[in-house]
């Protein structure tokens, strides 16, 4: 099945009010980026999102193709990535860094997986999701990252869910979704 990394936000930001939407930064089959992101300023709690499942419902279904990639989705590392064919169409591997910052959030997520395209634009030049900040690092062994941290001032309610998807959906995905409290 597929591997599934969960950022949820919610925080302040500066943003005009706008309703629920969610967006495909990088469209499956393979690895994909959605978010959801609900600005809301005249309400107390309506920022909330009970669960994934507007994130799942984007995911178009996939047949397997004829190459091979190591997939993986940590922030740990990917030494013991396992190897799984390729939805048909994806014919490249990707092996990055996504480093996600703000609203409390600092992580860098190693990222292996199935893409259409090569080279390292797994983002399509998207720099921000949200109050979110992404950057992209195309990566080789041995290469490391510094860490480094900035406060976030309170301005006004928001939230954020950022999910990045590896592998072929399940087509019983709803009852597996992970809930957001």
Do not use: M
């Not at 969610?22 to 107390?44: E, F, M, W």
């Not at 983002?123 to 490391?144: D, M, P, Q």
């Not at 860490?147 to 006004?156: D, G, K, N």
Request: hydrophobic share 30%; proline share 8%; glycine share 10%.
């Amino acid at each position: 099945g597929p591997h599934v990394n969960l950022v949820v936000s919610k925080g302040c930001t500066p943003e005009a009010d706008h309703e629920a939407r969610v967006t495909q930064h990088r469209a499956g089959p393979g690895l994909s980026i959605v978010s959801y992101t609900h600005v809301c300023r005249n309400k107390d709690l309506c920022n909330n999102v009970p669960n994934t499942f507007p994130l799942w419902d984007s995911l178009p279904p996939t047949v397997p193709g004829s190459v091979r990639c190591p997939v993986c989705l940590s922030t740990e590392g990917c030494a013991s990535a396992t190897e799984l064919t390729c939805p048909a169409g994806d014919t490249h591997c990707y092996n990055g860094i996504l480093l996600i910052r703000g609203g409390g959030i600092f992580t860098n997520l190693r990222v292996q997986g199935c893409t259409s395209q090569a080279g390292c634009n797994l983002l399509n030049n998207i720099e921000k999701i949200g109050a979110l900040t992404v950057r992209e690092y195309c990566i080789h062994e041995g290469e490391s990252l510094v860490r480094e941290t900035r406060p976030c001032p309170a301005l006004q309610p928001w939230g954020t869910v950022t999910l990045v998807k590896v592998g072929h959906p399940n087509t019983s995905h709803q009852s597996q979704c992970p809930r957001v409290i």
